[in-house]
């Protein structure tokens, strides 16, 4: 989801007074949007709008921001060589020539390998998201 972090309050009002003509007042549709409105109005007042637009950013954007690669290399031979000096973790997220990879080690004996596990940029790209 795109996130407009100069969101305008005023705006995000208007839009929720047009949403709730359309529904009769008392109903549940209506309260929910009333409750909606007079949250954000809450916190405007309470000079917190600084930090809900960040709560909000984090909410819509949890994976691009709790997602952490570890190493970037510029070729799979560069990956390869790291990854065989021994100082890879199970798990560890790496970038190599532009694409996320996991880094496996399977056991005791066993070759440490590479997953393919696409970033959220690249699935973002792949899979841009659709307006609601």
Not at 35 to 53: G, H, K, N, P, S
Not at 98 to 104: A, D, E, S, T
């Amino acid at each position: 989801m795109k996130y407009n972090q100069e969101f305008s309050v005023e705006a995000v009002l208007d839009v929720l007074r047009g949403v709730n003509e359309k529904y009769k007042e008392g109903s549940p549709v209506d309260e929910a949007l009333r409750v909606a409105a007079t949250a954000l109005i809450y916190i405007q007042e309470r000079q917190q709008l600084d930090e809900y637009r960040e709560f909000f950013r984090s909410f819509y954007t949890p994976a691009i921001d709790c997602v952490v690669v570890s190493q970037t290399f510029l070729t799979r031979a560069d990956a390869d060589a790291w990854l065989s000096g021994g100082h890879a973790r199970d798990g560890e997220l790496v970038r190599i020539a532009g694409q996320g990879f996991q880094v496996v080690l399977a056991g005791e004996g066993t070759k440490p390998t590479f997953l393919r596990t696409p970033l959220p940029e690249e699935l973002m790209k792949k899979f841009p998201p659709q307006p609601v």
